[in-house]
């Protein structure tokens, strides 16, 4: 069975692809390489024996997308990862972020609305929530107003497929609200591959207790929480990878009870700033040099998942543990070193 996976060179599509072949799928991926490198390629064939099929394209290109569904009509399913996703950049270049994330998820399911039947997982986030009011966060907490363009395409994006999903039948879909993503696979071939300066906490220790950089700051002590530092729900990537095959098997199985479903993916379990630096220094036996400086505008104070509905309808639940995460991105970022 034939599936796409946009942006399946990047962090989450990457780990995707291995389990989808591992799952005996025939993956094909599209990637712009805008925020990837084609050398992940060797890196899931080295994991699961095979290279997917690959096409460079630039979803934007309208015409190009179609002209892709017309060579590949025997796809089946999509997962759909590609997309900018950098919180600041997305307040700096609005227009960027609603022509890439949205204008080409319009393209992608223009296409999919083709085909007799069609099943479509979204990379959605728990953004799309901003500060909850109750944690843990349920799917039916309400969608709060975004706290910047990059969190507003994911709202809009899930407004997008559920409109589309009522009026075109043959179209089934799953929106996968994804926790914070960390970790690598434990083969270390394949990870996360920040370019530049890491925007994400656990990119920037690594990179810190690396040399790389010189001090990891800790933005904000003095929230209301234990510590004084945020709380977030970081789930490693390979269990979030699992998610999306389950998600998709479960469209393909036509086991889903509507046309559109919603998902949070999260460990379920909440940890500071300061938990999760612990656990890196745990797991890597060194001591990170770290100051705790202002916040950080448009930060949380504490968003972690209720996982019931996953665990429950979707038969899913995160097996690894905040040290095996850290332990995963820690043997990552020494094998890119070397
Ligand atoms: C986590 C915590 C920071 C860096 C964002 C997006 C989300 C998703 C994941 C794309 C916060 C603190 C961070 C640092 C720090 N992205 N931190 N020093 O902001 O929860 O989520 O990335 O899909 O949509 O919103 O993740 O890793 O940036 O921050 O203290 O150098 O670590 O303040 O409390 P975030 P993050």
């Not at 399946?8 to 799952?23: A, D, Y």
């Not at 099943?119 to 799309?128: A, D, M, N, Y």
């Amino acid at each position: 069975m034939k599936i796409l996976v946009t942006g399946g060179l990047g962090f989450i599509g990457s780990h995707t692809v291995v389990e989808l072949q591992n799952e005996g799928f025939e993956v094909v991926v599209i990637d712009d390489l805008s925020n990837a490198d084609e050398k992940v390629l060797q890196g899931i064939e080295s994991i699961t024996g095979k290279s997917p099929i690959f096409e460079k394209l630039d979803l934007r290109e309208k015409s190009k997308v179609t002209d892709f569904f017309q060579r590949h009509q025997d796809i089946e399913g999509a997962i759909h990862f590609a997309a900018s996703k950098a919180v600041g950049e997305s307040v700096e270049k609005p227009l960027l972020y609603y022509e890439n994330n949205l204008g080409t998820l319009v393209y992608l399911l223009q296409e999919l609305s083709k085909k007799e039947a069609a099943s479509f997982i979204f990379s959605s986030s728990c953004t799309v929530y901003g500060q909850a009011d109750k944690m843990p966060i349920t799917e039916d907490a309400p969608v709060k107003h975004a706290e910047s363009p990059y969190g507003n395409t994911k709202q809009i994006g899930e407004e997008i497929i559920r409109d589309s999903c009522r009026v075109l039948p043959h179209l089934q879909a799953i929106s996968l609200r994804y926790f914070n993503p960390i970790g690598a696979h434990p083969s270390g071939k394949i990870g996360e591959l920040p370019i530049g300066i890491p925007q994400n906490l656990v990119p920037f220790i690594t990179q810190t207790a690396a040399g790389i950089r010189e001090q990891l700051s800790v933005f904000g002590g003095d929230y209301p929480t234990a510590d004084g530092t945020c709380i977030r729900d970081y789930i490693h990537v390979v269990d979030l990878a699992k998610a999306h095959v389950v998600a998709l098997q479960r469209l393909l199985e036509r086991k889903n009870k509507e046309n559109y479903e919603v998902f949070n993916v999260g460990t379920g379990q909440g940890s500071s700033v300061l938990e999760v630096i612990a656990s890196f220094e745990r797991v890597s036996g060194t001591k990170l040099n770290y100051k705790i400086v202002d916040r950080r505008a448009g930060d949380v104070v504490s968003a972690y998942a209720d996982t019931t509905k996953a665990n429950k309808v979707l038969g899913w639940k995160a097996e690894s543990s905040l040290d095996q995460a850290m332990k995963s991105a820690w043997d990552w970022e020494q094998n890119i070193r070397n």
